[in-house]
């Protein structure tokens, strides 16, 4: 395409069967995003059954943190399979660690199984975002992947916004439990389903004997792990049954006959699928996979990534910025993160290969991303806190239904950023898409008492919505436009590594921020009983002022928000000037299969 040309001609059309498979990628993400959401409303009767009662919420924090760890940590290595192993296999084996980690968590008898069920489940949560955007560059070429790209992002979108929905359906039916037993069995269809509808290389006949042995292994483990975790009444009170759930030694129930029958089981499993001719897990292929992969570099990124989410992620912000022991976390992150860099220089198969961030463009997009996330985390946490002390009395659902304004404009805007993105620079749509997030931060910052009780309060909310939901394509296309194809699996990973970054720095530099001015809102005030000592008026009035000094501290943070979002906007124009998203490049179809 020369540069005089208004717009590059159309590529070949991936057919039915990508479009579908691409399609339930999409579903999977948005079904994972949704349960992201799901355990906020679950969490205190989660706390109740790991023996929490409702004031240690601290304590409970591990729920919420295994998972973000699991989805971060452990991105970047799954991102680099997908581009080693295929786009498909790390969607059908994300999903049966997803569906592994919510066996595990409505299984769970304790916090310690809790977390664990919930890493799991970050862990395949997250694997599905990098290996679908990978999927979409696959299958399209660059000047048309706009709209996929903004059709997957509004589909993830969706999915956050029906979180809370379906967790409050399942909730008013069940217990907690059942919302992950509902995870499970979508998990397995989803990913058998995927798996059937896989592209069939000509190496591997599209029929043949199913391995009923390793079913029936693999059935039996879960059965084994299922009944370890849960000890059914019925079966442990029984005087024979019942010796099956004894610890052989120790007071650990996974040092019980049945446990250890479970491990002994799972050997098997992967014996007989290192010797069979056709197993149901290839465990072969796989093998060879970590042979390409750089496991050692894998450990140390991941290390310097724990470090940081850990450090943030249990950070009191009303306290301090970071955790107590953050100082230590970072520390041993920054060492993990120079070892990874010289790791990555001389690895023969290095985790991240030079020509994945070389670009400019591709370095500016995890910049951008890293700032979206700041701000976007400002407008999840701090709108439905900034209704609970004005016009919602405290109620979380109407608190939520605030936010959900902000939620329905994010899907519309990513698909209208979709098709901006095959008919504009993805810099300048970026921009715009930004500056409406900062224009919406700045009204919300203008917010008082009762702002939110006219219908002009909606306006910020929606253009904040379409600014963040703008965004999502044409930052995806530039990066996925500046890597090569042989990349797109690590480079997507990192980007969504840089936003959710972004989210756990944000919330607690712009919570302090916000704490700072409302302290100093506060530093000339009388106490409450010199107030309240001249009359129940006077203390009305102080009543007042004490709130409005709490809608300074959101309010300050909404300012950092519009900065964060105004830095993002400057950035992307800059990097993402020379990134034409319509240019013309031979797509490549080489990582879908498997």
Do not use: K
């Not at 039916?173 to 979508?186: E, H």
């Not at 004005?390 to 805007?413: F, I, K, M, S, W």
């Not at 309010?555 to 830095?567: D, E, K």
């Amino acid at each position: 395409m020369s540069p005089a040309d208004p717009v590059a001609p159309a590529g070949p059309a991936p057919d039915r069967a990508s479009r579908a498979l691409l399609g339930l990628a999409a579903v999977a993400v948005a079904f994972a995003a949704a349960d992201t959401y799901v355990v906020v409303l679950a969490l205190p009767d989660m706390m109740a059954s790991a023996g929490l009662s409702a004031d240690e919420l601290q304590r409970a924090a591990p729920i919420v943190s295994g998972f973000l760890l699991g989805y971060v940590a452990v991105l970047p290595l799954i991102g680099r399979i997908a581009d080693v192993r295929g786009r498909v296999p790390v969607l059908v084996g994300s999903l049966l660690v997803f569906a592994l980690g919510s066996l595990v968590t409505a299984a769970a008898y304790d916090l310690p199984s809790m977390v664990a069920g919930r890493f799991l489940q970050g862990v395949g949560g997250g694997g599905l975002v990098p290996a679908t955007l990978a999927l979409v560059a696959d299958l399209y070429p660059p000047h048309r992947r706009g709209m996929p790209l903004g059709v997957v992002g509004a589909v993830q979108e969706i999915g956050s916004v029906l979180g809370p929905l379906y967790g409050a359906v399942v909730l008013a039916l069940g217990s907690w439990r059942a919302i992950f037993w509902v995870n499970l069995a979508v998990g397995l269809v989803l990913a058998a389903v995927l798996h059937h509808r896989r592209p069939r290389s000509g190496a591997l006949p599209a029929s043949g004997r199913v391995d009923l042995v390793g079913v029936g292994l693999v059935a039996l483990v879960l059965v084994g792990v299922l009944l370890v975790m849960s000890e059914p009444e019925v079966l442990v009170t029984d005087v024979t049954l019942g010796l099956g759930f004894l610890p052989v030694v120790g007071e650990s129930r996974w040092l019980s006959p049945v446990a250890l029958v479970t491990l002994g089981l799972l050997v098997a499993l992967v014996v007989w699928s290192l010797v069979a001719t056709r197993p149901l897990l290839d465990v072969r292929s796989w093998r060879a996979v970590a042979s390409e992969v750089d496991v050692p570099g894998a450990l140390l990124l991941s290390l310097a990534l724990a470090g940081i989410v850990l450090a943030f992620a249990t950070a009191d912000p009303e306290v301090q910025v970071f955790s107590p022991a953050g100082p230590w976390l970072l520390l041993g992150s920054a060492v993990a993160s120079v070892g990874f860099w010289a790791r990555n220089r001389t690895s023969r198969h290095p985790l991240v290969p030079a020509s994945a961030l070389r670009p400019s463009a591709a370095w500016g997009a995890l910049v951008v991303s890293f700032f979206i996330g700041s701000a976007l985390i400002a407008a999840l946490v701090d709108i439905p806190v900034f209704a609970r002390v004005t016009v919602a009395n405290d109620d979380q659902l109407e608190a939520a239904l605030v936010l959900v304004r902000l939620l329905v404009a994010l899907p519309v805007g990513a698909v209208v950023g979709g098709w901006l993105t095959h008919r504009a620079p993805a810099g300048v749509v970026t921009a715009g898409g930004m500056a409406a997030a900062t224009v919406g931060f700045l009204l919300m910052a203008r917010w008082d008492l009762t702002s939110l009780e006219s219908w002009t309060a909606t306006i910020p909310l929606v253009l904040a919505g379409l600014g963040f939901g703008l965004a999502l394509a044409p930052v995806n296309a530039a990066l996925l436009a500046a890597t090569d194809d042989a990349v797109h699996g690590v480079a997507s990973a990192l980007l969504v590594v840089a936003r959710m970054v972004g989210m756990l720095v944000g919330i607690s530099a712009l919570t302090t921020l916000g704490l700072r001015r409302y302290y100093a809102e506060q530093t000339d005030l009388p106490t409450p009983m010199e107030v309240c000592g001249e009359g129940v008026s006077r203390c009305a009035e102080f009543s007042r002022i004490l709130q409005e000094a709490g809608l300074t501290q959101l309010q300050t943070v909404f300012v950092g928000a519009a900065i964060c979002s105004a830095v993002a906007g400057v950035v992307a124009l800059v990097v993402f000037r020379r990134s034409d998203t319509r240019q013309v490049r031979t797509p490549a179809f080489s990582g879908v299969g498997g």
